[in-house]
Nanobody
Framework: VQLVESGGGVVQSGGSLRLSCAASGRILSINVMAWYRQAPGKQRELVAAVTSAGSTNYADSVKGRFTISRDNTKTTMYLQMASLKTDDSAVYYC?????????????WGQGTQVTVSS
């Protein structure tokens, strides 16, 4: 099983970016998918999560600015980020709870850098 993020980059404050996370491999089911971020010197924090039924949850710091979604196949997740602030600069990671057989495990992507310049 592999999670691959894409879409990071450098953007000016107030700008927008869309991150993608694609899951591949021997996947029977994907439950919760989530975006985390980690800035230098800080702990990794939850940004947003989406269940297989489409329920969403957001960190207070991104509510109203970020939108998490999944495609119809449920194997690709997106994070639409708008009104970006310099504080949003971090490495963004996707995480997914994936069933491959008898059990389910959490998998992480390699991360994608988002840099917001002032």
């Amino acid at each position: 099983v592999q999670l691959v993020e894409s879409g990071g980059g450098v953007v000016q404050s107030g700008g927008s970016l869309r991150l993608s996370c694609a899951a591949s491999g021997r996947i029977l089911s994907i439950n919760v998918m989530a975006w985390y971020r980690q800035a230098p010197g800080k702990q990794r924090e939850l940004v947003a999560a989406v269940t297989s039924a489409g329920s969403t949850n957001y960190a207070d710091s991104v509510k109203g600015r970020f939108t998490i979604s999944r495609d119809n196949t449920k194997t690709t997740m997106y994070l639409q980020m708008a009104s970006l602030k310099t504080d949003d600069s971090a490495v963004y990671y996707c995480k997914a709870n994936i069933g491959t057989g008898w059990w389910e495990n959490d998998y992480w992507g390699q991360g994608t850098q988002v840099t917001v310049s002032s």
